[in-house]
């Protein structure tokens, strides 16, 4: 009786510990060259950020920073062969050093909602900031 | 406690009366009602046609016979959750509930892209039990470009790409009439601009070969095949080519989403449509700094809904945008709006 009640407990605590690691949005594992934002970001956090900060940010879309494949028109995302990507880069650590420096975010993260600095904030979508009038 | 902050009552009658709701939250929930008679296509604004008070067609309206008819909806955006609407799931259905409410239900309805706002298994999840309760006997999808994110549309093909070619394009026949569902947002170009690719033009000039030209023909893809405004990216960059192919036939109708809002041209043989969002609208061409979600105030709200008449110049070249036709009579005169 009383293993049972052992063998009861541990399959209970098993199917918690399952169920919380199935709640945990899974993080691509695939990402082969990111080198500003985590290496362990979520498909879902990735895709936010491209929309959020890049799309709406700068007013561009996918192919404005990433390259196409060689003999194909599909996008190759982990290519550095565009300028612009690199430039990018940039500009999100950038963002993250003036939110730090200035706005005492600690650990601040591109994407997240406590920034104070965002891309949005200089370039009002467009894809090079207007001089300031 | 009266708050004017938020819509309280529905009466716009656009199905958009929820408590809290922000008055922001402007619109949402038209879909386009298109009827094919003798090879022709009509299409209506459904904000328009339903009366929500009584669930059925408003007093007064009488629609023509049709040979059959179809909805498109495009842009319904699952997973967006910003202030121009934080319930794109609710307009959806509110679409959808437009469709149902129609005397005739809809032989097969189009998507025309941007089912999700980050091709998430939830978001596609989420909009295929809300689609399930359309009545209706078939939906047909195209990728937007949200659709498509970060995998190439991969996972946009496995669900809804069965029978189709290359990146989701297709064609298929109903009742004389040549479907064809073209995919123009797996690369872009430049500034935004849809692309098509060689592939799919070489498949779509051999898809359309062996037609007769008094074939009516109906194109439908996620971004514009014509140049609504390329500064937004809001155009093809080879749709020319594909138009070309089409020339020679007597009717041909372009079913676009993508910008959110009903702008209509004639061109020759062929009639372009894009279609209203189900989850947000956004800015008119050239109105704003940039395109994206637009919030807009509550006394804009009407001017939104349903068909929107829109004359746009560019560089001294004057788009002829047409009304969309609207039925009515002198018991429910309606406006363009």
């Known amino acids: ?133 | 406690m009266k708050n004017e902050k938020y819509i309280s009552v529905d009466e716009n009658n656009d199905g958009i009366d929820r408590a809290g709701f922000l008055k922001c939250m402007a619109w949402a929930g038209t879909g386009l009602f298109c009827m094919m008679s003798g090879g022709v296509m009509k299409s209506f604004g459904m904000s328009q046609l339903i009366d929500k008070n009584i669930g059925a067609l408003k007093k007064g309206l009488i629609l023509p016979k049709a040979d059959f008819t179809f909805a498109q909806i495009s842009d319904s955006h699952i997973g967006f959750n910003k202030p121009a609407n934080p319930d794109v799931l609710g307009t959806l259905q509110a679409a959808i509930g437009k469709i149902n409410a129609m005397p005739t239900a809809p032989s097969f309805i189009l998507h025309t892209g941007d089912l999700s706002h980050l091709a998430q298994a939830d978001e596609f999840d989420t909009l295929d039990q809300a689609m399930k309760n359309a009545k209706t006997g078939k939906i047909f999808y195209v990728p937007g470009e949200h659709d498509v994110l970060n995998d190439n549309g991969r996972q946009y093909l496995q669900r809804y790409g069965k029978d189709t070619k290359g990146d989701g394009w297709y064609s298929f026949d109903y009742n004389g009439v040549h479907f064809i569902g073209l995919v123009n947002v797996v690369n872009t170009a430049e500034g935004g601009l849809g692309v098509l690719g060689n592939e799919q033009l070489e498949w779509l000039e051999k898809d359309v070969k062996g037609l007769s030209s008094s074939t009516p023909i109906i194109v439908f893809a996620h971004i514009p095949l014509w140049e609504v405004y390329p500064q937004w990216g809001w155009g093809t960059r080879d749709s020319a080519q594909a138009l070309s192919y089409l020339k020679r036939f007597g009717s041909v109708s372009v079913l676009n989403g993508h910008i959110h809002q009903t702008l209509q041209k004639v061109e020759g043989n062929i009639t372009f449509h894009t279609a209203t969002s189900t989850a947000f609208p956004q800015p008119q061409p050239g109105t704003a700094p940039a395109a994206g979600p637009m919030k807009v105030p509550a006394e804009q709200l009407r001017s939104l809904l349903g068909v929107t008449s829109v004359n746009y110049v560019e560089h001294n070249h004057t788009l002829a945008i047409t009304d969309t036709p609207l039925i009515a009579t002198k018991e429910t005169k309606m406006e363009n709006q």
């Open chain 1, 1 to 133: 009786m009383q293993v049972s009640r052992k063998y009861g407990v541990l399959i209970a605590m098993a199917i918690v510990v399952i169920a919380g690691i199935a709640a945990v949005p899974s993080p691509r594992k695939d990402y082969k060259n990111l080198k500003v934002l985590p290496k362990d970001i979520s498909t879902k956090d990735l895709s936010r950020i491209m929309i959020d900060e890049f799309e709406d940010g700068l007013g561009v879309s996918c192919g404005f920073c990433h390259a196409e494949e060689k003999d194909s028109h599909k996008l190759d995302y982990a290519s550095d062969e565009k300028p612009e990507k690199e430039i990018a880069r940039l500009m999100m650590k950038m963002t993250l050093d003036i939110n730090e420096k200035y706005f005492q975010v600690t650990h601040p993260l591109i994407g997240d909602s406590v920034l104070s600095i965002t891309c949005m904030t200089c370039h009002k979508g467009q894809p090079r900031p207007r001089n300031p009038e």
